[in-house]
């Protein structure tokens, strides 16, 4: 288990391709209650990178604190060695980081492509915009069927393709996945990890929070486990899910 590093330093050296994104020591707050607490991860060009950990570890805070719902107090949040630690939410969209949150937060009263034109509030090219909703549509087939139907009232995996398709509505460089599989049926959470899969394949680079930790070891390629807002272990996913003591340890979810 040579790449398995039970510290909170970044794990670099043996990864291909370049930091795509990349944190630094972040500590966040709410309030009085410190939620992170230095940590530091990278997400490189091309791979699915798994943050996992228990309720309250502080997955979800650190998807926010990089997509600037939240902000940093102290530390750095870099996008391909750019800080963008200060900027707010809507800049960070901009630059390419799209967060898909937990919930799917989809806009009641909205049709599904009325939501899905949301998404492309930053582009400004109609031609462009055309053919995003095309590959969305072609990429999830019930949403161009539906598309005419209030979005609040799908099912709810079609409620998650639908908050994926909004976020690549955008054209994302690197897309914040949180809980994707939450409240979804086998054959739902299945579908959804596959086209999670093919998105990767087709170039875009994900950070994945999912509570089903074995899950998205099959998935990822890199792995980093969260408690109590500190990294406690990081490796390739592949040999972390291999080894039985640490899922009971500290993975001890989902099945």
Known sequence: MQTINRTDA????????????????????YGQIQALRGV????????IVTLLGSNGAGKSTTLKTISGL??????????????????AAHEIARRGVVHVPEGRRILRG???????????????????????????????PILHERRHQDGSLLSGGQQ??????????????VMLLDEPSMGLAPKLVTEIMRII???????TTILLVEQNARLALRLAHYAYVIENGKIRMQGAAAELRQDES????YLGVGE
Do not use: C, W
């Not at 530091?40 to 791979?47: K, Q």
């Not at 994926?164 to 994302?172: F, S």
């Open 10 to 29: 970044p794990a670099t050296g043996t990864r291909p391709g370049k930091v795509r994104l990349g944190i630094r020591d972040v500590e966040a707050f």
């Open 40 to 47: 530091s991860l990278d997400v490189h060009e091309g791979e």
């Open 70 to 87: 939240v902000r940093a107090q102290r530390g750095e949040v870099q996008l391909e060695g750019e800080s963008i630690a200060k900027l």
């Open 110 to 140: 909205l049709t599904v492509k009325e939501n899905l034109e949301l998404g492309a509030f930053t582009v400004k090219d109609n031609a462009l915009r055309r053919q995003r909703l095309d590959e969305v549509y072609e990429l999830f």
């Open 160 to 173: 998650q393709m639908l908050a994926m398709g909004r976020a690549l509505m955008h054209g994302p460089s």
């Open 197 to 203: 899969k093919r998105l990767n394949e087709a170039g």
């Open 246 to 249: 640490i899922v009971k340890a």
